[in-house]
């Protein structure tokens, strides 16, 4: 069975960072498409970001650098460095993993 665990949200103030994580078991990350998505109140869910099986990873428009994701194969985990946080990166973020299985989702606020 498998099983996604997303850790590290919070409330952050605009320009502030934070690094989420996926934790998983049940599947091998390094040999999975794994994303993040996010989910927000009046929006459509979008894709944050991805990395593939050999490190290619794709992001959304909006990120514009301020992302970054990679993964740790010895402890099977994803990781979603998100700096320069603004109000409009406020949502819950979900972990994916091969376009199927995902996590509870870690909610992410950016307010003063």
């Known amino acids: 069975q498998v099983h996604l665990v997303e850790s590290g949200g919070g409330l952050v103030p605009p320009g502030g960072s934070l690094r989420l994580s996926c934790s998983a078991s049940?599947?091998?990350?390094?040999?999975?498409?794994t994303d993040w998505y996010r989910r927000n109140p009046g929006k459509q869910r979008e894709l944050v970001a991805r990395?593939?099986?050999?490190?290619?990873?794709i992001y959304g428009d909006f990120v514009k650098g301020r992302f970054a994701i990679s993964r740790n194969s010895a402890l099977n985990t994803v990781y979603l460095q998100m700096d320069d946080l603004t109000s409009e990166d406020t949502a819950i973020y979900f972990c994916?993993?091969?376009?199927?299985?995902w996590g509870q989702g870690t909610q992410v606020t950016v307010s003063s």
């Open positions: 049940g599947i091998n990350l390094e040999s999975s498409d």
């Open positions: 994916v993993a091969n376009h199927f299985h």
């Open positions: 990395i593939g099986p050999l490190n290619r990873t």
